[in-house]
């Protein structure tokens, strides 16, 4: 049996660690990219996002100012219970968690009729879905205003293909790569429904950036759109240079045979993610 103090206790950790955290498979794709970079300019931006990674490492302080929205997402296996209010856990977790690591709040009442700051970067947005196997992993993304509303979401028709896949994200990239702090992880989603394509976009982030997909076609797909990406030139910062991207991952899934949605969700230089496994 799972608690929801199980899962509270997780998104702790989890928070503690994204904010002040580099995830290891960026800072080495950013060390990587800084020994192929030909722009002089790109090359001091990466060096000068790496030193922040190092200071923020050390002193434990946050890697951006922008320490986001807390996006939970508790894999629950198949031959577990969950207790408890999950919502109201992970809430008070994440209250706690920037509180105690003096985090920025960056949550507003209603995004319509009352656009105040709660003062506790709550609520959180919270997901519960169900895997294989015992006990639960649960996600946790610190996403920033930048890179999130670098977004895109189209739905095209099944004749765009996979030219209007590649043709629809380089163009988001290219309209708004800049406004999401590059180099940027590009997350895409191809299939589900309207609902549900921009949720594969957002959990293709969680995907280790130097893992090769074990599905031929996709890893084919992701490698042709970084360099598609890449040579647009926008370059670390939107200064100009070779890494516009880190890495480009893709997560596809079923549709209607009428259908073919297509979402981007962009990961800033800043990507902040960590995974927590709980035991029953």
């Keep these: 049996m799972i608690t929801s103090a199980d899962i509270a206790r997780a998104v702790t950790a989890a928070v503690g660690e994204a904010a002040v955290t580099l995830r290891p498979d960026a800072y080495a794709a950013m060390r990587k990219a800084l020994s192929t970079e030909r722009s002089e300019r790109g090359r001091r ?3 000068q996002l790496l030193a ?50 003096k985090l920025r709040m960056s949550v507003a009442r209603d995004a319509l009729f009352d656009r105040s700051n709660t003062g506790t970067n709550t609520p959180a947005f919270v997901e ?14 610190l996403k920033g205003g930048g890179s999130d509303n670098s977004s895109a979401l189209a739905m095209l028709e099944p004749g765009d293909g996979m030219a209007g896949v590649e043709r629809f994200v380089l163009e988001t990239v290219q309209a708004k790569a800049t406004g999401a702090c590059p180099p940027v992880v ?25 893992e090769v997909s074990a599905d031929p076609e996709i890893a084919a797909l ?42 981007v969700n962009m990961g800033c230089s800043a990507v902040r993610t960590a995974t927590v496994e709980v035991t029953g």
């Excluded at 408890?84 to 105690?100: H, I, K, L, N, T």
């Excluded at 070779?242 to 991952?249: G, S």
């Design 45 to 47: 931006v990466l060096e």
């Design 52 to 101: 922040n990674a190092d200071i923020a490492m050390a002193d434990s302080v946050p890697l951006c100012q922008d320490t986001g929205t807390v996006w939970a997402w508790v894999e629950l296996g198949e031959n577990e219970s969950l207790t408890g209010d999950v919502q109201s856990a992970v809430d008070r977790a994440v209250e706690e968690s920037y509180a105690r690591h």
């Design 128 to 141: 519960v879905t169900s895997r294989t196997g015992a006990g639960a992993t649960v996600h946790v993304m």
């Design 186 to 210: 590009v997350g895409v989603g191809v299939g589900g429904s309207f609902d549900k394509v921009a949720g594969l976009a957002k959990k293709a982030l969680l995907g280790s950036l130097d």
């Design 222 to 263: 992701e490698q042709r759109l970084l360099a598609q990406v890449n040579a647009t030139g926008i370059g670390p910062a939107g200064l100009g240079g070779d890494t516009t991207a880190l890495a480009v991952k893709v997560k596809t899934a079923p549709c209607h045979i009428a259908a073919l949605p297509v979402a």
